[in-house]
Nanobody
Framework: QVQLVESGGGLVQAGGSLTLSCTAS????????MGWFRQAPGKEREFVAT????????AYADSVKGRFTISRDNAKNTVYLQMNSLKFEDTAVYYC?????????????????WGQGTQVTVSS
């Protein structure tokens, strides 16, 4: 079973940038599709981005397309989320998730393994 730990969250001004990292242990990251999700207070967890095992295919939520970039370094067992042009509405706890099935799922139920999350706060 894979264990996931996110890092890189923090407080940033609107228009700024942050890069989140998610490091896997226990199993090789290359065995999994990786996804990023977020959950704001009082809202349901929502899809942000996902990336195929090789990194060749990605998918993004419309709300982040053109601003966020998901990438992975399987040699480092790490997946990244580069977030640019951050908006107040991007404020949330960000979670990485792993799926052993090659399908680029966009629903949280498609991912059996989750990290604990990292807080991103964007000040307006």
């Amino acid at each position: 079973q894979v264990q996931l730990v996110e890092s890189g969250g923090g407080l940033v001004q609107a228009g700024g940038s942050l890069t989140l990292s998610c490091t896997a242990s226990g199993r090789t990251l290359s065995s999994y599709i990786m996804g990023w999700f977020r959950q704001a207070p009082g809202k349901e967890r929502e899809f942000v981005a996902t990336i195929a095992r090789s990194g060749s295919n990605t998918a993004y939520a419309d709300s982040v397309k053109g601003r966020f970039t998901i990438s992975r370094d399987n040699a480092k067992n790490t997946v990244y989320l580069q977030m640019n042009s951050l908006k107040f509405e991007d404020t949330a706890v960000y979670y990485c998730a792993a799926d052993p099935i090659e399908r680029l799922a966009t629903m949280p139920s498609g991912y059996p393994y989750w990290g604990q999350g990292t807080q991103v706060t964007v000040s307006s």
